[in-house]
Structure formats: structure tokens, C-alpha cells
């Protein structure tokens, strides 16, 4: 999905709502547990009564690794049933020298279908061009996280400059607007005034609102651009939002609060 179709989704459903696929065996309906396609079925139910509000889907492959082959194989259906009316974001962070990134581009843009991966730029241009080689797909690089240990090297100085700020600044040259976008964490919400100084076209992949505590307000009014410019994520929020047979409901009215938030500041 290429930046135009992206904006264009936004504008139509008046939402910038990511909805984090983050499938824990541990945390879905007692009622699913025995069920042999546990986690595609968990997360149909999900798509199905969130498709309205938002925009975009986000699959931590981390929960599905976990899983083995089978882990895969709910993945791959879990994608190809989200289909092409919305963003698909393979939240994998991957980044290797360049010939293994290679595979890992191939693995989520040719393989599976997804519109994005999540790449950590530790390594340099040549790990991250890959990604960015594909037409209509994007590389969404690890900014500046919500975690606690982004005070170890996001948020030390770097010269003169934050290593966050550094990092911004220099992967931005990598590709452009139309390909590249940034993982900002909502929690840090008093950096995006900065953020947006150095990269005010880009699209930010905005984690941690919800159960981490980011919040939607401060985000809005500080970080988004003309074209909105934002994919604001809840994970748990909204996947978990009931732990009975009504899962799927209460999901799709959390998301349809969000939906309706967002609406307000577009």
C-alpha cells in the first residue's frame, strides 16, 4: 500500500488506528484454548469486529514464532485474511547486513504480503536498504522507543545531538517520505515537538497508547502532520478487552472509542 492509498484510508474513515495483533495463548478466551486453529480464530474474531475503525493491523511475529511452524502458519492466514483494504505490519525489527536482510524482505514482502516491516538500524544503510527496494512497501525503523532502556543509547548525546536525533535524521536520508516511516514510542510524548522538527513528513508508528499509557490527545496535537501522518497502535487495549466469549465485541467497541477520538483531531 503505497503512501497515497494510506492517506486516502485515513481521510475515508476519519481513524489512524493501528490494532497490535500481539496473540498470547496465555491471554485469549478460555473457550478458544482447545481450539486447534486457536490463534488464527482468535484473531478473526478481532479482525472482524475492528475492520470498521482502523486502518492498519500490526503482527508482532514474536507471539507467533513462539509457536513453531504452526505459529507461522496462523500468521500467514492471519495476513492474507486482513486482505488489502488495510496496512499490514509485520512488527518483526529485523536488521542484518544487507544479503540477509535481503531474505528477511523477501520473507515478509514477497512470501507473505505484508505492507511493512519494523527494522532496528544499529547496523547501518546497508541493513536497511533492502526494505526500501520494494515498490509500495516501507521500512518502519526503530526511532525512539517507549521502553525503560531507551535512556541506555536512544536518549544519551551524541555529539551534539540525542543518538535518537542522530538516528532520524541520518535513516531519513536513506529513503523518503513515501517509503520510510519511524517508530516513535507514545510514552515520550514531550519529544515529538522535536521529532517532528527533524522529520516532519514521515509517518510515525506510534506503540504505547492504551496499556502502556501513552496518550492519544498529546500525541495528536503534537505530532501530526498534514497528511495526518500517524498509525497510532493499541494492542492490548483492544484485543483484550474481555476475556469471556464477548471478546470479540468489547474489541470492536474499544477500537470504535479510539475511532471516534481520532475523528476529533483530523
Given at each position: 500500500?503505497?503512501?497515497?492509498?494510506?492517506?486516502?484510508?485515513?481521510?475515508?474513515?476519519?481513524?489512524?488506528?493501528c490494532?497490535?495483533?500481539?496473540t498470547?495463548m496465555?491471554?485469549?478466551?478460555?473457550?478458544l484454548?482447545?481450539?486447534?486453529?486457536?490463534i488464527?480464530?482468535?484473531?478473526r474474531a478481532?479482525?472482524?469486529?475492528?475492520?470498521?475503525?482502523?486502518?492498519?493491523?500490526?503482527?508482532?511475529t514474536?507471539f507467533?514464532?513462539?509457536?513453531?511452524?504452526?505459529g507461522?502458519?496462523?500468521?500467514?492466514?492471519t495476513?492474507?485474511?486482513?486482505?488489502?483494504?488495510?496496512?499490514?505490519i509485520a512488527d518483526?525489527?529485523?536488521g542484518?547486513?544487507?544479503?540477509?536482510s535481503?531474505?528477511y524482505?523477501?520473507?515478509?514482502?514477497?512470501?507473505?504480503?505484508?505492507?511493512?516491516?519494523?527494522?532496528?538500524?544499529?547496523?547501518?544503510e546497508?541493513?536497511?536498504?533492502?526494505?526500501?527496494q520494494?515498490?509500495?512497501?516501507?521500512a518502519?525503523v526503530?526511532?525512539?522507543?517507549?521502553?525503560?532502556?531507551?535512556?541506555?543509547?536512544?536518549l544519551?548525546?551524541?555529539g551534539?545531538e540525542?543518538?535518537?536525533?542522530?538516528?532520524?535524521?541520518t535513516?531519513?536520508?536513506?529513503?523518503?517520505?513515501?517509503?520510510?516511516?519511524?517508530?516513535?514510542?507514545?510514552?515520550?510524548?514531550?519529544e515529538?515537538t522535536?521529532?517532528?522538527e527533524l522529520?516532519?513528513d514521515?509517518?510515525?508508528?506510534?506503540?504505547?497508547?492504551?496499556?502502556?499509557?501513552?496518550s492519544?490527545k498529546?500525541?495528536?496535537?503534537?505530532?501530526?502532520?498534514?497528511?495526518c501522518g500517524l498509525?497510532?497502535?493499541?494492542?492490548?487495549?483492544?484485543?483484550?478487552?474481555s476475556?469471556?466469549?464477548?471478546?470479540?465485541e468489547?474489541?470492536?467497541?474499544?477500537a470504535a472509542?479510539?475511532?471516534?477520538?481520532m475523528?476529533?483531531?483530523?
Amino acid at each position: 500500500m503505497n503512501r497515497e492509498k494510506l492517506v486516502a484510508l485515513i481521510k475515508e474513515k476519519k481513524s489512524y488506528l493501528c490494532v497490535g495483533l500481539d496473540t498470547d495463548m496465555n491471554k485469549i478466551p478460555a473457550h478458544l484454548k482447545t481450539d486447534a486453529d486457536a490463534i488464527f480464530n482468535f484473531n478473526r474474531a478481532i479482525i472482524d469486529a475492528t475492520r470498521a475503525t482502523c486502518v492498519s493491523y500490526k503482527i508482532n511475529t514474536a507471539f507467533y514464532e513462539a509457536w513453531g511452524v504452526k505459529g507461522w502458519e496462523a500468521m500467514e492466514k492471519t495476513v492474507h485474511y486482513i486482505g488489502d483494504d488495510h496496512f499490514k505490519i509485520a512488527d518483526a525489527k529485523r536488521g542484518d547486513i544487507g544479503n540477509t536482510s535481503d531474505q528477511y524482505a523477501k520473507a515478509f514482502f514477497e512470501t507473505m504480503p505484508f505492507d511493512a516491516v519494523t527494522v532496528a538500524p544499529y547496523m547501518g544503510e546497508d541493513s536497511v536498504k533492502p526494505f526500501l527496494q520494494y515498490e509500495g512497501k516501507w521500512a518502519i525503523v526503530l526511532g525512539l522507543t517507549s521502553n525503560k532502556g531507551a535512556g541506555d543509547f536512544e536518549l544519551q548525546q551524541s555529539g551534539s545531538e540525542l543518538l535518537y536525533e542522530k538516528v532520524l535524521r541520518t535513516v531519513s536520508e536513506w529513503g523518503t517520505a513515501e517509503n520510510l516511516m519511524f517508530v516513535v514510542g507514545a510514552t515520550q510524548a514531550d519529544e515529538f515537538t522535536r521529532v517532528r522538527e527533524l522529520i516532519p513528513d514521515h509517518f510515525l508508528l506510534v506503540p504505547g497508547v492504551g496499556a502502556q499509557g501513552g496518550s492519544l490527545k498529546d500525541i495528536s496535537e503534537k505530532a501530526m502532520n498534514k497528511d495526518c501522518g500517524l498509525l497510532v497502535n493499541a494492542s492490548r487495549a483492544v484485543i483484550y478487552a474481555s476475556g469471556a466469549a464477548d471478546f470479540d465485541e468489547a474489541a470492536g467497541k474499544v477500537a470504535a472509542g479510539y475511532q471516534q477520538e481520532m475523528a476529533g483531531y483530523l
